[in-house]
């Protein structure tokens, strides 16, 4: 049964860059040790199992053959050995994980959120809706299905991944569902200290237009990581900085410092009456908002490529039926 505080956890650690099996290790590590410390909700980077594509954002397309291939067979199906080992260590330990993973789905690739409940439950599959830049060339586009809030042992608990943050329509169908905790999850190690600037804006602000938690995860690279994906020194430094790992209040503050170099785990406890604080001077999609001017047309349905139409009702009909005698 939830209660008024909630321990909370956003993961700040290194892929393993050779494959799924090391990242996963790392993983449910992580799981084990921040359950040690009381946590019960964890958040993991985007994209984390296998790792992200950081190819994609150094390497010019006629180079990315081989390393998108590496990355196509590393990549997690869902439901998987990969998943039933996130959802037994959720299970076991009694806490809802947040984790990303580049999903593979026969030929295509797609940036997915995976939120697995206490109970060891898959209660959210999700597809970043619009890949950005670079990622264009790795991964395909989620639609409008897993834009949803899902019930948790913790509260009700919504995902978005890097930039889906700038698409102020994609986070408004989060707070029409009345989210209470967002897990944000971005790459980190990329573009440099500007990212990381962007990053602390971006969630502070929605967990003060939204009146939720946001707890904010992003990736970490080794130095020598940083060689293995790219020789450059110049391009290197692409690699660089913009880590923000950060858990945030719906006041918009900082619940414990915030981890922008290194590896390691941001912990605090999420008072969730702050929300009732925090929505009854402020609620966007609710005393505060204005449907009969401003409102969402948000289209649910999933965007399958096959479509079959519906059966006929009854049986076929006779084909010598209502003939004339020959």
């Not at 690699?239 to 900082?254: A, L, Q």
Request: with cysteine.
């Amino acid at each position: 049964m939830r209660t008024d505080t909630i321990r909370a956890a956003a993961v700040q650690i290194a892929p393993d860059l050779s494959g799924r099996a090391g990242t996963m290790t790392r993983v449910l590590n992580a799981i084990a040790e921040a359950a040690d410390k009381g946590a019960e909700f964890i958040v993991f980077p985007e994209t984390f199992v296998p790792y992200y594509p950081y190819f994609s954002f150094v390497l010019p397309p006629v180079q990315q053959g081989a390393p998108h291939l590496d990355l196509m067979r590393e990549a997690v199906v869902v439901p998987s050995a990969e998943t039933r080992a996130v959802a037994e260590a959720a299970r076991r330990r009694g806490v809802v994980v947040v984790l990303g993973v580049n999903e593979r789905d026969h030929g295509s690739l797609y940036n997915a959120q995976l939120i697995f409940d206490a109970d060891g439950t898959l209660a959210l599959k999700r597809r970043k809706i619009t890949p950005t830049y670079h990622e264009r060339m790795v991964w395909g586009q989620g639609d409008g299905a897993g834009l949803k809030v899902v019930e948790t042992r913790v509260g009700r608990v919504g995902a978005l991944a890097c930039w889906e943050h700038y698409n102020p329509l994609a986070r408004y169908a989060l707070m029409t569902q009345h989210e209470e905790i967002h897990a944000g999850q971005y790459p980190g190690s990329l573009v440099g200290d500007i990212f990381r600037d962007q990053i602390e804006v971006t969630m502070r602000h929605h967990a003060l237009e939204s009146g939720c938690f946001v707890v904010n995860a992003t990736g970490w690279l080794t130095e020598a990581q940083i060689a293995e994906i790219h020789p450059d020194p110049k391009l290197q430094q692409a690699m660089r900085s913009g880590c923000m790992t950060c858990i945030i209040s719906p006041e918009g503050r900082h619940l414990a410092e915030p981890l922008t170099e290194g590896e390691g785990i941001v912990i605090a406890d999420l008072d969730m009456r702050l929300i009732a604080k925090r929505k009854r001077m402020m609620d966007s999609v609710g005393h505060y908002a204005r449907p009969e001017l401003l409102s969402l047309r948000h289209d649910t349905r999933p965007a399958p490529t096959r479509h079959e139409p519906a059966a006929m009702a009854g049986p076929d009909p006779d084909p010598e039926e209502g003939c004339p005698d020959a």
